[in-house]
């Protein structure tokens, strides 16, 4: 378990560098891509169950670009998304753990609500969220 741990801890830290890298130009495509928390402090920590989430369009999976959204313990793969106004709508194929992902074993679908309340702010699912620096750890 100890591995598994580490390679989850590993995937996230990965992910939250390609999306707060990225030019903001780049990374801006919809305004809910980016890292998210609901708390600036979850923001800074990257390991176990925090409310952590990024969303991306276009995040490297194997080379390939994917659009997803990442938690702890949920690796959500985009399958639809519809938008109207400020909120969008997400159809996922979610797996608990990577290697699920990896066999295409063990998925669930997900529909996600996401609603827009300004550059900053996002509710996931009725939940307040707040857009994480762009620099881990920068002070605004």
């Given at each position: 378990?100890?591995?598994l741990d580490a390679a989850r801890r590993s995937l996230a830290a990965a992910l939250l560098a390609s999306v707060l890298l990225l030019p903001t130009s780049l990374r801006a495509a919809?305004?809910?891509?980016?890292?998210?928390a609901r708390t600036a402090k979850e923001c800074k920590e990257q390991d176990g169950a925090t409310s952590l989430t990024i969303i991306?369009?276009?995040?490297k999976i194997d080379g390939k670009p994917r659009a997803m959204v990442e938690q702890y313990e949920n690796h959500c793969f985009i399958d639809k998304k519809s938008t109207v106004g400020n909120d969008t709508t997400l159809n996922t194929t979610c797996y608990e753990f990577w290697d699920d992902f990896k066999k295409k074993v063990s998925s669930r679908k997900v529909t996600?609500?996401?609603s827009v309340v300004s550059k900053d702010a996002?509710?996931?699912?009725?939940?307040?969220?707040?857009?994480?620096?762009?620099?881990?750890g920068k002070k605004s």
């Open positions: 378990m100890r591995g919809e305004p809910y891509e980016g890292a998210w991306g369009l276009d995040i996600t609500r996401l996002l509710k996931i699912d009725g939940k307040s969220y707040l857009r994480c620096p762009e620099k881990p």
